[in-house]
Nanobody, 116 residues
Framework: QVQLVESGGGLVQAGGSLRLSCAVS????????MGWYRQAPGKQRELVAK???????NHADSVKGRFTISTDNAKNTVYLQMNSLKPEDTAVYYC??????????WGQGTQVTVSS
């Protein structure tokens, strides 16, 4: 079992920044994929960024150069630094974990709203 608790969402003006945090209930080093997804109203959930153990990071084209995913293994926390936010970044952001042979886990989500 893996519990994921997101924090850091909120309301920000376009061009601003936010940092999302995801507290993980077990060692991140035991998890093969950690990531952030988002879901805007009326749209499907989409991948924002992910960290694959031993392989590095991937970011969606829509956020490359603006968002950065990182991990702090000592704190068992995953971060998503979001800069130059745009109104189209408005969504509920979900933390995600995939554990080999155990399955997928999701956080409860945190709302990010970017005003124009």
């Amino acid at each position: 079992q893996v519990q994921l608790v997101e924090s850091g969402g909120g309301l920000v003006q376009a061009g601003g920044s936010l940092r999302l945090s995801c507290a993980v209930s077990r060692s991140i080093s035991s998890i093969n994929i950690m990531g952030w997804y988002r879901q805007a109203p009326g749209k499907q959930r989409e991948l924002v960024a992910k960290v694959i153990s031993g392989r590095g990071t991937n970011h969606a084209d829509s956020v490359k150069g603006r968002f950065t995913i990182s991990t702090d293994n000592a704190k068992n926390t995953v971060y998503l630094q979001m800069n130059s936010l745009k109104p189209e970044d408005t969504a509920v952001y979900y933390c995600y974990a995939h554990v080999t042979w155990a399955g997928e886990y999701w956080g409860q989500g945190t709302q990010v709203t970017v005003s124009s």
